[in-house]
Each structure stands twice: as structure tokens, then as C-alpha cells.
């Protein structure tokens, strides 16, 4: 049952065809970050996020790939499925530890496809700890230095936005489009960076090189 919900989560979020051609993985990335997974994350895999939190699923640590499903579980699925409330971060601390200790012992190394190194480090780049964002930068441009040409704009784009989260860090020591929703009070430098609507998370897409992208 868990080998199957393991694969179920990993067939959902990374399909075949991701490596054919930049259109193909720039409209997944559309559906990652814009939500359009949220439909079917919400019907599908709450009781498995549940199980996830309560530690019924640490047991797929144990490889590569089975600890990327359970970082996707944990940070991805727990954002469209409690998005708009606390929650949303609720499990970041232990996407963030499975991140930094699969880093650690060679299983982020293992990952073939750059698309799944991405979302393993991921949990870094929505830390509040600089030097996580300054690790995920150091990846997330290694990774950009090293894919094919053709698919080289999203992981560009991808470092990039690392970047960006870091440098908001460095500046505010959080993110402060999440102070609202944490309860956390927004200083006056805060309330202007908010104003002027320029949210990293936010920023366009890459279009690519392609019309159908």
C-alpha cells in the first residue's frame, strides 16, 4: 500500500515527458506553481498528507526517490491543501529536514532527473534562514549550469527566483507576504515592499522560445 501511494504521488507530480522538450516541461511548471494542481491534490491526497504528518510515511526516507515523494507530500501538497491558513506552513520544518539530511547522506546526488533535484531542495528555498536560501541558490544554479540547452530557460529562471528569496531574506529576515496569515505584525518597510505588489513568488513565468508554451 505505501509502495503504491509512494509511486501513486510520484507518477502525479513528475509524468512522463518532462525531458522531451522545453514547451512540455514549462507548462508542468505552469501547473506546479500556479495552481493547477490544486483540484485534484485536494481531492485525491489528504489522508495521505495526514499520514504524512503523523509519521506514518518516515519510513520512505530510506531511498531517493520515496524521501522526494515525501518532501513533495509534506511541501507541496500541505500548500494547496490548507492554502490561505497557517497550516499552509505547518510542515515546512520537516520538509526542510528530510531536504538537508537526504542532502547530507547522497540521495538528492542519486536523483537523475534536474526536475526532481529541484523539489528536493525546495523546502530550503521557503526557509526564513539565510543560509538555507544561500544552499538552495548554490543548487538551484549548479543544476541551471548542468541541464541541456533546450530545457535551460525554466531551470534559469529557477535559480533566479532562489536568488530572489534570498535577497528578500537578507532584507527582512522573512517573508513578509506570509506575516498576515502567521500573525505576525508587518514592519513599515514591510507594508512597503507588500504595496508595491513585486512578490518573488509571483514573478511571470519563463514563455521559452516556443509559441505553445
Known amino acids: 500500500m505505501d509502495d503504491d501511494s509512494c509511486a501513486?504521488?510520484?507518477?502525479?507530480w513528475f509524468p512522463d515527458g518532462l525531458a522531451r522538450d522545453e514547451a512540455a516541461?514549462?507548462?508542468?511548471?505552469e501547473w506546479w506553481f500556479r495552481g493547477g494542481a490544486d483540484e485534484e491534490i485536494i481531492r485525491r491526497f489528504p489522508p495521505l498528507l495526514e499520514r504524512a504528518e503523523?509519521?506514518?510515511?518516515?519510513?520512505?526516507?530510506?531511498?531517493?526517490?520515496?524521501?522526494?515523494?515525501?518532501?513533495?507530500?509534506?511541501?507541496?501538497?500541505s500548500r494547496s491543501v490548507y492554502r490561505g491558513s497557517r497550516r499552509a506552513f505547518s510542515n515546512d520544518p520537516k520538509a526542510r529536514a528530510l531536504a538537508l539530511d537526504g542532502l547530507a547522506c547522497g540521495q538528492y546526488a542519486a536523483l537523475e532527473a534536474p526536475w526532481e533535484?529541484?523539489?528536493f531542495s525546495l523546502p530550503l528555498g521557503h526557509s526564513e534562514e539565510r543560509e538555507h536560501l544561500e544552499l538552495v541558490v548554490a543548487l538551484a544554479e549548479e543544476l541551471a549550469r548542468e541541464v541541456p540547452v533546450e530545457l535551460r530557460s525554466w531551470f534559469e529562471f529557477s535559480a533566479n527566483q532562489a536568488r530572489g528569496h534570498r535577497d528578500v531574506i537578507a532584507r527582512f529576515g522573512r517573508h513578509p507576504h506570509r506575516n498576515e496569515v502567521l500573525g505576525r505584525r508587518s514592519t513599515p518597510e514591510e507594508l512597503e515592499y507588500l504595496a508595491r505588489g513585486q512578490l518573488v513568488h509571483e514573478r511571470p513565468l519563463p514563455a521559452g522560445r516556443r509559441v505553445d508554451a
Open 8 to 12: 501513486e504521488v510520484l507518477a502525479f
Open 25 to 29: 516541461l514549462l507548462r508542468r511548471a
Open 54 to 77: 503523523r509519521g506514518e510515511l518516515d519510513h520512505w526516507a530510506e531511498t531517493p526517490r520515496s524521501r522526494l515523494a515525501l518532501i513533495v507530500v509534506l511541501d507541496q501538497f
Open 117 to 119: 533535484k529541484t523539489f
